[in-house]
């Protein structure tokens, strides 16, 4: 069966900090990979999402980047953090064509 | 023409009673509809999803209704439990593209 990792569970940072999220895949190859944030309370707001190694497609333009260096791997940084960047930050993967999505179980970010 | 509209924002329904929880699209294009249940702290998990080409889809207290020809789908959560306050996502997909979410509806079931 296939599972998702994500860390850590929850992170606090100061203003000015670096960033890296990663999360993998378990179980599945050549998934489609997503990178989450939500606001407290809040929907769900897609940052990034790739389709196969090395491609990153950017929905919100803002201090955050994303790659993929491996099939089963996706990793979300930021060189600077801003007080703006705290959220609850997702991953998620899904199969092919017309598959449901899967999350990972998050990770809160506080940048103090 | 990308957006899935949800409604209500928040619900609050006594235990036993039915929760209702609507969803309007534009994209006809559309044609996979999930709906996804998260807890505080966690992330979303999917409940129950249906296509077009059904009317209902039923999974044990949870219902999903599509009306295609409104471009409305519904979810309706019978006998509703204390356990079933979450917050809820419809979403709409076409083929390998991103799911558009709707905004969520926090349910809170009080007994």
């Known amino acids: 069966s296939q599972t998702i990792h994500q860390w850590p569970a929850t992170l606090v940072q100061p203003v000015g900090s670096p960033l890296s999220l990663e999360c993998t895949v378990e179980g599945t190859s050549n998934p489609n990979l997503y990178w989450y944030r939500q606001a407290a309370g809040r929907g769900l707001q897609l940052l990034f999402y790739?389709?196969?190694?090395?491609?990153i497609s950017s929905e919100v333009p803002q201090n955050l980047s994303a790659s993929r260096p491996q099939d089963r791997q996706f990793i979300l940084s930021s060189k600077k953090l801003l007080l703006s960047d705290s959220g609850f930050y997702l991953c998620a993967w899904k199969g092919g064509y017309n598959s449901p999505l899967h999350f990972g179980n998050g990770t809160r970010l506080t940048v103090t | 023409q990308q957006q899935v509209k949800q409604s209500p924002q928040s619900l609050i329904v006594q235990k036993g009673g039915i929760s209702i929880i609507n969803c309007a699209y534009e994209?006809?294009?559309?044609?996979?509809f999930p709906w996804y249940q998260q807890f505080p702290g966690k992330g979303p998990a999917l409940l129950i999803a249906i296509r077009p080409d059904v009317s209902e889809k039923k999974e044990g207290r949870f219902t999903i209704s599509f009306n295609k020809s409104a471009k409305q789908f519904s979810l309706h959560i019978m006998d509703s439990q204390p356990g079933d306050s979450a917050t809820y996502f419809c979403a709409a997909l076409t083929g390998n593209t991103p799911l558009v979410f709707g905004k969520g509806t926090r349910l809170s079931v009080i007994a």
């Open positions: 994209n006809t294009a559309f044609d996979y």
């Open positions: 790739s389709v196969g190694i090395g491609q």
